[in-house]
């Protein structure tokens, strides 16, 4: 791991990462701690206790991710009344989704907008980082 190879080479600056999870850390053995990564917000609480209950395990964000993609892509179908492509696209389109992932909608593109949160590693442990300690300087 890079995060092990750069503690062991006495790196001590601020270090970011792409994609942070709770084997990630375990694997990192202590040093990702302090380490900052941007992504989206953890899943609801409620859908969160249903996976756990159905699966054994709590849910990563991409699993409230796809959910929520079903979801609106269902949704889409139901309001445009049809399973043909440009129709449900139309629809989906500014479509407003507030799921188990957060709220969010697609752009004229296609593609999810949502707002990104950033989290720190403490304790061995992601924890939602304020907003004024996420902003620039």
Request: with cysteine; net charge neutral; hydrophobic share 45%.
């Amino acid at each position: 791991l890079a995060s092990r190879e750069l503690s062991r080479l006495g790196y001590k600056s601020m270090r970011m990462a792409s994609h942070i999870d709770a084997q990630r850390i375990d694997d990192a053995a202590g040093t990702l701690e302090g380490t900052i990564s941007f992504a989206y917000a953890a899943p609801d609480a409620d859908f969160a206790r249903v996976y756990r209950d159905r699966f054994g395990a709590m849910p990563e964000i991409e699993a409230a991710i796809s959910y929520d993609t079903l979801m609106a892509y269902a949704e889409a179908v139901r309001a445009a009344g049809s399973l043909d492509a440009l129709p449900v696209r139309k629809k989906l389109l500014g479509m407003p989704v507030a799921g188990a992932s957060g709220s969010f909608k697609f752009d004229s593109s296609g593609c999810a907008i949502r707002p990104a949160v950033a989290w720190v590693v403490k304790s061995g442990k992601l924890e939602r980082l304020p907003q004024d300690e996420a902003a620039p300087r």
